[in-house]
């Protein structure tokens, strides 16, 4: 027999794929409760893989997690004790989770194992959906009407250009439930990826994490969007048990506000939407050594 071509469980949770999948967000967010929906990134999710087979003994991580996930992701420094708390504070964050989007399709399979384990083990009773249901640009009913006059907290590192194709959001999509009116509040999340790490203030990724939860803390809103490497998750995180609801889309994020980037130029579901409206990430998004990031697929 061949391979699979795709999946349909994580151990006994069903993934709720196309529309399904949006009406699970939707259900969720029309709950009273604080929520926490999210994926795993990948780079963070192989981090983590590699700690769970190995911290019995002396886990030292191998040079190439180290360099992904500070390249990647953003994580800083990399010393094997910060990885460990890494990974432990991640796996808090996992117990958390009230959605997780999941890869499903065989292209996607070097990550099923990982996902499996991690979703059986720590978040057993999360419901689980295709990852494409968290930017839903081909569903007749997006999860995204939900923000339609909300306090909508964006995090991102996009914050300007975010802010300025807000304004263009009737043009954008053909469809305004896409990007509904919403009160737009934004927070420029803290830009560690490359070489742009060595710019900051901050000594340690956890010290960064800290200064954005600081900011949130202040700011009143009803729903996060967040796209912001591997802070992403530890800041949905943090919105969930400030009694908010949080929605960690990652990289998907700059899409749903026309921003373009290389990742989505050739993939013809999403390039789709694209007209003269949709703008690429301003010169000054973009961080030092960004072609290390899978070849500058932001920008």
């Known amino acids: 027999m061949g391979k699979a071509l ?11 794929k196309l529309q399904s999948g949006s009406d699970i967000i939707l259900k969720t967010l ?21 700690y769970l087979k190995n911290k019995a ?42 959605i997780v989007g999941v890869r499903w399709e065989a292209e996607d399979i070097y990550s099923w194992e ?19 249901q968290l930017t839903p640009l081909w569903n007749e009913h997006p999860w995204t009407s939900y923000l339609e006059n909300k306090k909508v907290l964006v995090i991102h590192p996009f914050e300007k250009s975010i802010r300025a194709q807000y304004k263009n959001r009737k043009k954008i999509f053909s469809s305004d439930k896409l990007l509904p009116e919403f009160e737009l509040l934004t927070l420029k999340a803290v830009q560690s990826l490359a070489d742009e790490k060595n710019q900051l203030r901050y000594e340690s990724w956890f010290d960064a994490l800290s200064y954005m939860c600081e900011q949130i803390e202040h700011i009143d809103f009803d729903v996060s ?16 048990n400030l009694g908010k ?17 290389k990742r989505w130029n050739n993939i013809d579901c999403v390039s ?24 500058g697929c932001y920008w």
């Open 245 to 261: 609801k949080a929605i960690h889309i990652g990289g998907g994020v700059q899409i749903l506000f026309g921003i373009m980037g």
């Open 272 to 295: 789709m939407f694209y007209n003269e409206y949709w703008v690429n990430p301003l010169a000054e998004e973009k961080p030092r050594g960004a072609e290390r990031v899978e070849n």
């Open 225 to 240: 969007i967040i796209g912001a490497g591997a802070y992403g998750m530890f800041l949905g995180n943090f919105c969930k």
């Open 6 to 16: 795709y999946k349909d469980y994580v151990g006994n949770q069903y993934i709720h």
């Open 57 to 98: 003994q002396s886990c030292q991580f191998p040079e190439n997690l180290k360099i992904n996930l500070a390249d990647l992701s953003g994580f800083f420094p990399t010393s094997d004790h910060m990885l460990i708390k890494f990974c432990n504070d991640f796996i808090s964050c996992i117990k958390n989770i009230d």
């Open 114 to 132: 990982m996902e499996n384990s991690v979703c059986t083990t720590f978040c057993p009773n999360a419901e689980l959906i295709e990852i494409n």
């Open 30 to 50: 029309n709950n009273k409760e604080p929520c926490l929906i999210t994926r795993f990134g990948t780079t963070e999710l192989s981090v983590l893989d590699y």
